[in-house]
């Protein structure tokens, strides 16, 4: 495994500050998260189908937080791990965690992290599918109501099946920048089975439905229009479908976009960093690593760039701040003047008179 007490990629104070980036934003996510699913909370009935995909949404980017919130308090202590060392008289190298299933800590960050990022992305697709069922097909929301099992049972069982042939393979990995694990960290075929070919598939599929709802509402809007109905209303949720779309869609291409650069160099950054490591003698004899043949690497190519591993952590963590961006309205302001009022007794000046 890859040493954690040498400097592989980052330097210590890179990997420093990149703890206190995705600890800040995650404290961020998760307050943003717990406050629409509160104000989901205190006012259900107000958040049916085809909106309420959302919620679910939001609580998947909320567990998300709340792991990388964990990682930030751990430290280094679950994204590396010491071998066990039979002599006592000897100090262990300590080195990322990859594929060892002996720390719970990193399965189960694994396991959290993994699972609700992956179902997120689902629930985004079944948020598409029923505005879609809604306006192209004109279905109710009792209608969509009768379906939720199956969106359930897709959106929570497909993770699961991932996560558990995960733990299977043994795949777990740690994330030095962030203290928590994940996988696709160092074993690039995984990333691109597990974590890229899905997120890819489940943006594309959901823009599919997005493209065909919005058509259908712009059509409508413009029958509308030529009978000289008002299209005020019908417009401003053809805005808030589009905003929301925007907020999801752009962060979670960039993610996309980070994952298919990291894939693309990084078994020449591998190679790059043991060719390094090979030309200090005393490493080279210490941990008797294999060397690269010098015509492994056809060219240099350049470091992994901290700006875009910052940028992808970034944006996994401000997709849950902007998943409750449906519900940041004045509606919900006034859903919990309510509930203050109900809480201390309080009455309105019309019901006081």
């Not at 189960?108 to 609700?116: H, Q, T």
Request: glycine share 6%; hydrophobic share 50%.
């Amino acid at each position: 495994g890859a040493p954690c007490t040498e400097d592989i990629f980052f330097s210590g104070d890179q990997i420093m500050f990149s703890r206190y980036w995705a600890g800040a934003w995650a404290l961020l996510c998760v307050i943003s998260t717990l406050f629409t699913l509160s104000s989901f909370l205190i006012d259900i009935s107000r958040f049916q189908y085809p909106e309420r995909p959302i919620i679910y949404l939001t609580l998947c980017y909320s567990c998300v937080g709340i792991g990388f919130l964990v990682g930030f308090f751990l430290g280094d202590t679950v994204s590396c791990s010491a071998a066990p060392n039979p002599n006592h008289n000897l100090v262990s190298e300590r080195t990322i965690s990859q594929g060892s299933m002996q720390d719970w800590r990193c399965t189960l960050l694994f396991m959290v992290i993994y699972f609700f990022f992956m179902s997120a992305s689902v629930w985004w697709v079944v948020l598409t599918l029923c505005w879609f069922l809604s306006a192209s097909l004109k279905w109710g929301q009792e209608a969509i109501d009768v379906q939720s099992q199956w969106f359930h049972f897709v959106a929570w069982g497909q993770p699961a099946i991932s996560t558990i042939i995960i733990l299977i393979l043994k795949s777990v990995e740690g994330d030095i920048l962030t203290g928590v694990c994940f996988v696709g960290l160092w074993d690039m075929a995984r990333m691109r089975l597990f974590v890229l070919a899905p997120l890819a598939a489940y943006l594309g599929l959901g823009c599919i439905f997005l493209v065909l709802g919005l058509f259908s509402l712009i059509k409508i809007r413009t029958v509308m229009k030529q009978d000289g109905s008002k299209t005020d209303k019908l417009e401003k949720l053809i805005i808030r479908i589009g905003a929301f779309s925007f907020l999801f869609i752009v962060p979670q291409s960039v993610i996309i976009a980070c994952l298919v650069y990291e894939q693309h160099y990084f078994p020449a950054w591998m190679v790059q960093w043991q060719r390094d490591l090979c030309r200090d003698e005393r490493l080279r004899a210490a941990w008797q690593m294999p060397c690269p043949e010098t015509g492994s690497l056809a060219h240099q190519v350049p470091a992994p760039d901290f700006t875009v591993f910052m940028i992808k952590y970034l944006m996994v963590l401000i997709l849950g701040i902007f998943s409750g961006f449906w519900f940041w309205t004045e509606k919900t302001l006034q859903t919990w003047a309510k509930f203050f009022r109900r809480c201390f007794g309080l009455r309105t000046a019309e019901a006081q008179v």
